[in-house]
């Protein structure tokens, strides 16, 4: 397994490549969460042309990609996010670029469970622990109550380093007003 970061990807080949797997990743997330998970495949292409935005690609031995996620410490390159939020709280790691965003993950289903999560993961993280920074991320209520992805992340940081600390920062809820009988 390797892990490459680049700054674009160019290669329509391996663009399409990336497309699948995210699509395979998120598309289910779509009937599973409220706000949308999936970006649009117009939106994905200016992510993946976006230099801001680093593109964390794993390949199996055989070169083949079979994961691929997005990090970034330019907070404004983060759609749906509010930078003014992390600069208003961690003023000083704002200020020196100390805070990094993972936009998503996404892994084959022939590779989850593998090895190819935990080092993207890992190899995210690193770049930030070694600048004593911080990094954010979202995850859905139906990716934390089911597939418990806040415990995973906080399990496989913790394999790297016993000096973190996992919180969360910020919640949102979604409310359905129902209206059974017409009034």
Not at 107 to 118: I, L, S, T, Y
Not at 151 to 173: A, G, H, K, P
Request: charged share 20%.
């Amino acid at each position: 397994m390797l892990i490459k970061v680049v700054d674009q990807i160019v290669d329509e080949d391996l663009h399409s490549a990336a497309w699948r797997l995210y699509q395979d990743a998120f598309d289910e997330l779509n009937t599973l969460a409220v706000q949308r998970h999936m970006m649009f495949p117009s939106e994905f292409d200016e992510v993946m042309l976006d230099s801001r935005v680093s593109k964390y690609l794993a390949l199996t031995d055989e070169g083949q990609l079979c994961g691929v996620a997005t990090y970034t410490n330019d907070l404004d390159a983060v759609p749906l996010i509010a930078p003014q939020y992390f600069e208003r709280h961690w003023p000083e790691h704002y200020a020196s670029r100390k805070i990094w965003y993972i936009g998503f993950v996404a892994v084959g289903p022939e590779h989850q469970g593998r090895e190819a999560f935990a080092q993207l993961v890992e190899q995210m993280y690193l770049v930030a622990a070694t600048q004593n920074g911080l990094v954010g991320l979202d995850i859905c209520s139906y990716n934390d109550d089911v597939r418990h992805m806040s415990r995973i992340f906080r399990l496989m940081i913790s394999r790297v380093t016993d000096n973190m600390r996992f919180s969360r920062i910020d919640q949102q809820s979604f409310w359905l007003y129902e209206f059974p009988t017409a009034a």
